[in-house]
């Protein structure tokens, strides 16, 4: 008997699954509070700590740590612990090599706190950022040309300010919304030679604040899978606006 297209669809499913879970998934590295020197398999490995600079029995992620990610699509996920007062979020600068997605989540998110700044000045490879169900604001600076962007939320925790920042080689960005983001957090793309810009919403419908696009960009696709909903949007060039998808898109909501 030929098997139907629900248990091709199932064994496809499987087999993506049982890939995913025995051939490219790696290792799990845990920082701690003593210096670190981590190198990861030729798989897709997680490097995961915690920056608390109040608390140094949590602080396990800091400038005199090493990673070498090694071959694969590797993960280093950082959460940044709520501190005390207005004291500005500093990311760590420890040595980081081939290192292909940085997960973010900053919960430092005093009134009167800045924001976090990650600069991708000094790191090389990196393809995908996330700010992820940040509370705090979030810069992603001087990033590569072909990195991709998301900001993630849970549809419950109100997501912190987003800017995401591109080196002068870059001419086109992706940003995704994804699993819920609320709130009305501002979301700013910046880069000198930007002319295209792509944003797409997936999972749960993702709602954010106002939304600045790099003043250079005339070409702008909001892909959306799931609702979107944008604040007042800013685009210095006028920019051209392509929408597909089958979710719905509220822009410039009050």
């Known amino acids: 008997t030929a098997a139907t297209d629900a248990e091709i669809d199932a064994q496809v499913t499987s087999i993506k699954t049982d890939y995913t879970s025995n051939v490219v998934k790696g290792s799990t590295f845990n920082f701690s ?3 670190d020197d981590f190198t990861g398999t030729a798989k897709n490995d997680t490097f995961q700590g915690i920056v608390d600079a109040a608390v140094a029995s949590s602080n396990t992620f800091t400038s005199i740590d090493s990673i070498d990610g090694g071959a694969g699509t590797d993960v280093l996920d950082l959460t940044f612990a709520k501190q005390a007062g207005n004291t500005e979020p500093l990311f760590p600068t420890g040595t980081i090599s081939n290192v292909e997605t940085f997960k973010i989540r900053n919960l430092d998110n005093d009134a009167g706190d800045t924001k976090l700044t990650i ?3 000094t790191v090389s490879g990196e393809t995908l950022v996330q700010n992820s169900v940040s509370t705090g604001a979030v810069m992603f600076d001087n990033l590569a040309s072909g990195t991709d962007a998301q900001i993630i939320g849970n549809a419950t925790t109100t997501n ?3 800017e995401i920042d591109y080196v002068a080689a870059a001419t ?3 940003l995704g919304f994804v699993d819920g983001t609320t709130g ?3 979301v700013t ?3 000198t030679k930007l002319t295209s810009q792509t944003f797409t919403s997936t999972g749960a419908a993702n709602a954010i604040g106002a ?3 790099a003043g250079e960009v005339t070409a702008v696709t909001i892909d959306a899978t799931t609702k979107l909903t944008t604040g007042t949007i800013t685009a210095a060039k006028g920019a051209t606006l392509t929408i597909t998808g089958t979710g719905a898109v509220d822009l ?3």
């Open 252 to 254: 410039n909501s009050a």
């Open 160 to 162: 912190g300010a987003t």
């Open 33 to 35: 509070t003593a210096a």
């Open 184 to 186: 009305l957090g501002a």
């Open 172 to 174: 086109s960005a992706k």
């Open 189 to 191: 793309t910046t880069g």
């Open 119 to 121: 600069d991708f000045a």
């Open 211 to 213: 939304l600045g696009i």
